[in-house]
């Protein structure tokens, strides 16, 4: 579990997950069935992840902070 994090979204319905640094994702899951349900980003390089989602106080957006490490020099972004 040290590798995810986690971001409720205000209804307590949703909840987005990042995962790192393999297979580095961001998945909505719903809390009640407990099943993700959609995949929002997945890293396009190995060395890539995704880190602190951050869902919008009206829940129609998430936020999550990419590290790219596939380049000589690291790269960070916020994705929208």
């Known amino acids: 579990l040290k590798d995810l994090e986690a971001a409720l979204y205000p209804d307590g319905r949703l ?4 995962s790192r640094p393999k297979g580095s994702r961001l ?8 099943r993700a349900f959609r995949e929002l980003w997945a890293a396009e390089e190995p060395l890539m992840w995704f880190a602190a989602p951050a869902v919008a106080p009206d829940g129609r957006r998430v936020a999550v902070a990419r590290r ?4 000589d020099r690291p790269r960070h972004a916020i994705e929208v």
């Open 27 to 34: 998945t909505c899951w719903d809390t009640a069935d407990r």
């Open 68 to 71: 790219d490490n596939s380049r």
């Open 15 to 18: 909840l987005g997950v990042a």
